[in-house]
């Protein structure tokens, strides 16, 4: 079992940067992929950015590419999103999601969900 805790999220201008956090929780974090995902309202849940077990492995969705980093620290147990260059239409709850499979890799597969944290981008 995997608890996994986001923060990080608040109100930030078009152009900042925030870094979100996620804390897990249980013995295996470091068995598991990693993911952000994000939801704006009136829209479906899609991923943002994931890791392998190890940190070697990344992908960020075309849409943050070159703006967001994601990256893991086993040791704490914790995986990161760095957001740079911000713009309004990020703004979405983002999600943190684990699954032991870094290949197969959707919102309608993960393991385990965090409950999400606010990012509202203002223009």
């Known amino acids: 079992q995997v608890q996994l805790v986001e923060s990080g999220g608040g109100l930030v201008q078009a152009g900042g940067s925030l870094r979100l956090s996620c804390a897990a929780s249980g013995r295996t974090f470091s068995s598991y992929a990693m993911g952000w995902f994000r939801q704006a309202p009136g829209k479906e849940r899609e991923l943002v950015a994931k890791?392998?077990?190890?940190?070697?492995?990344?992908y960020c969705a075309d849409s943050v590419k070159g703006r967001f980093t994601i990256s893991r620290d086993n040791a704490k147990n914790t995986v990161y999103l760095q957001m740079n260059s911000l713009k309004p239409e990020d703004t979405a709850v983002y999600y943190c999601?684990?699954?032991?499979?870094?290949?197969?890799?959707?919102?309608?597969?993960?393991?385990?969900w965090g409950k999400g944290t606010l990012v509202t981008v203002s223009s």
């Open positions: 890791i392998n077990w190890s940190g070697d492995r990344t």
């Open positions: 999601a684990a699954r032991n499979n870094w290949v197969v890799f959707s919102a309608g597969n993960m393991a385990y």
